[in-house]
């Protein structure tokens, strides 16, 4: 199969995303570091737990939904407990699991950061782009993940 390679027009949007990229997340987790002493990952977990019911998600469901491995979400957890920010409880459905569960103390640290977090994705993204811009960016990031989830599914017995 013949490699098709990228035209420089492809290829310089191809780098100007990456950039982007690479510096938003520097970006948030800069923020988050100054202004709440916590890093985005641990942020990401937080606002996961707070928008589930009973704010209680079972560990792998936490590590899918945070795009992350089961040992990342149980160290980053681990490390949320030691603040008290999360506590870990039995899974009742499944014995093998175990549940992430935000408290009242997790849920406030959360509460105190998102103002700065927000102000931060204002100024990085959603005031930096015009409407049909923010638009495009959504329907973008949307045909992205989609032929990342395509390229990623099995193809069948192996």
């Known amino acids: 199969?013949?490699?098709?390679?990228?035209?420089?027009?492809?290829?310089?949007?191809?780098?100007?995303y990456i950039e982007?990229?690479?510096?938003l997340q520097d970006s948030l987790d800069a923020?988050?570091?100054?202004?709440?002493?916590?890093?985005?990952?641990?942020?990401?977990?937080?606002?996961?737990?707070?928008?589930?019911?009973?704010?209680?998600?079972?560990m792998a469901d936490l590590a899918t939904g945070t795009q992350s491995s089961r040992s990342r979400v149980s160290?980053?957890?681990?490390?949320?407990?030691?603040?008290?920010?999360v506590r870990r409880e039995p899974c009742e459905s499944d014995r093998r699991g175990q549940n992430a569960v935000l408290t009242d103390e997790g849920f406030a640290?959360?509460?105190?950061?998102?103002?700065?977090?927000?102000?931060?994705?204002?100024?990085?993204?959603?005031?930096?782009?015009?409407?049909a811009q923010l638009r495009a960016l959504a329907d973008a990031s949307a045909a992205i993940a989609d032929?990342?989830?395509a390229t990623d599914e099995p193809t069948g017995p192996g």
Request: hydrophobic letters at 45%.
């Open 1 to 16: 199969m013949a490699t098709r390679w990228l035209t420089k027009e492809q290829q310089q949007a191809w780098r100007a």
């Open 20 to 23: 982007a990229i690479r510096l």
């Open 31 to 58: 923020q988050l570091q100054a202004d709440a002493g916590m890093p985005h990952a641990y942020y990401e977990i937080l606002v996961r737990l707070s928008e589930t019911p009973g704010r209680r998600l079972r």
């Open 75 to 85: 160290h980053a957890v681990t490390r949320l407990e030691e603040r008290g920010w």
């Open 109 to 131: 640290a959360l509460a105190a950061a998102a103002p700065g977090h927000v102000a931060q994705v204002r100024a990085t993204v959603i005031d930096a782009l015009s409407p």
């Open 147 to 149: 032929a990342v989830r």
